[in-house]
């Protein structure tokens, strides 16, 4: 369907603008025309669409989900105090950088 469109759009672009309006003999215009006649393979598009956003989304919400579970389960564990063991270890500062920025980049 983009690729049709481009062509209309680079069609549309080379005639002279007074003739984008003219109408046929159905009384449609060159738009009109190409709307009904790619009405089914705008459905497909838009059902290729959802479809892509739905298995996107799922895939987003486990990467979160798993992102969100790594924060609070802190490599090496806690001391009595909850203050993570590795706190200030330079392993342990790359983990929780990376983990922030996936968490806020997703």
Same mark, same amino acid.
């Given at each position: $369907?983009?690729r049709? #469109?481009?062509? =209309?759009?680079?069609?549309e672009?080379?005639? +002279?603008?007074? #003739?984008? &309006? @003219?109408? *046929?003999? &159905?009384?449609? !215009? ?7 006649? +790619? /009405? ?6 838009? /059902?290729? $669409? /959802? *479809?892509?956003?739905n298995?996107?989304?799922i ?6 989900? %798993? $992102? ?9 564990? &806690? *001391? ?5 063991? =590795?706190?200030? !270890?330079?392993?342990f500062?790359? %983990? ?5 920025l996936? @968490?806020? #980049?997703?």
């Amino acid at each position: $369907m983009q690729r049709e #469109l481009q062509w =209309f759009k680079a069609v549309e672009k080379l005639i +002279h603008p007074s #003739l984008v &309006n @003219l109408r *046929d003999e &159905n009384r449609r !215009t060159a738009r009109e025309l190409f709307m009904t006649e +790619h /009405k089914e393979l705008a459905a497909a598009g838009e /059902k290729w $669409m /959802k *479809d892509t956003s739905n298995s996107r989304m799922i895939f987003s919400t486990l990467i979160a989900t %798993f $992102m969100f579970a790594a924060a609070f389960t802190v490599p090496g564990g &806690n *001391d009595s105090e909850g203050i993570p063991i =590795f706190l200030w !270890t330079k392993p342990f500062l790359v %983990f929780a950088i990376s983990d922030a920025l996936a @968490l806020f #980049l997703l």
